[in-house]
């Protein structure tokens, strides 16, 4: 596609539920990040992938936080059992490649839990 | 691993006056540095960024950045700021090489502009 596409724009759920997000990048980005933005905060890094190298999970805040990705392709972060303080935004970028060439970002998903 | 400070967490200017947005970075060797500006309810643009070569980097919307290594930092600027520069202005630092090349963020600076 010609941006980075994440699915849904908004999603409010009940503590306590699991919520899956996803993230599909710019065709032929090899890179792919998950960041958190909760209100009037940075950008939390949680997640990197690199090919099909292992995953830098180091940014992860639980282990109620998971995320896949199958190749270069779409990314699913998944948060379990849901609680207030998981309510931000979470971002998606992508890059073409390892060098830290410019990171394009998707427009998030608002993560609302009540 | 990499590290980025945002000095600044709320600087407020008037139209036409200059800006300097501050970031200092923590790295070993040379980083990539990089500026987002997230303008509200928008997602994050990438500004400029520096790889190598010459210090001084112009962006886009008219502002630029200065790389001083013996200062660690990268800081921001624009000599004439406009209403619509107003937005979260976020600096980024990655790590060339190695195993990992995750990009960090700073926890922005936010610019509003008075008229």
């Known amino acids: 596609g010609a941006g980075v596409s994440q699915s849904p724009s908004n999603k409010v759920t009940e503590k306590g539920k699991d919520v899956e997000l996803r993230c599909d990048p710019i065709?032929?980005?090899?890179?792919l990040y998950w960041y958190r933005q909760r209100l009037g905060q940075g950008l939390e890094f949680l997640i990197y992938f690199q090919g099909n190298s292992a995953p830098d999970k180091s940014g992860l805040p639980s282990d109620r936080f998971s995320a896949e990705r199958t190749g270069e392709s779409v990314s699913t972060l998944t948060i379990q059992r849901t609680q207030q303080e998981d309510s931000a935004v979470y971002l998606c970028?992508?890059?073409?490649?390892?060098?830290?060439?410019?990171?394009?970002f998707g427009q998030g998903t608002r993560l609302t839990v009540v | 691993a990499q590290s980025v400070t945002q000095p600044d967490i709320h600087i407020t200017v008037s139209e036409g006056a200059s800006l300097e947005l501050r970031c200092n970075y923590s790295?070993?060797?040379?980083?990539?540095l990089f500026w987002y500006v997230q303008s509200p309810g928008q997602g994050l643009q990438l500004l400029l960024k520096y790889f190598s070569g010459d210090t001084l980097v112009q962006g886009i919307k008219g502002f630029e950045a200065e790389f001083k290594r013996s200062q660690s930092s990268f800081n921001l600027r624009k000599p004439s700021v406009h209403w619509s520069d107003a937005a979260e202005y976020f600096c980024a630092v990655g790590a060339p090489g190695g195993a990992t090349n995750k990009l960090i963020f700073g926890t922005g600076t936010l610019l509003a502009v008075q008229p």
């Open positions: 970028a992508s890059s073409l490649n390892r060098g830290n060439t410019e990171a394009f």
């Open positions: 790295y070993g060797a040379t980083p990539y």
């Open positions: 065709s032929g980005h090899t890179a």
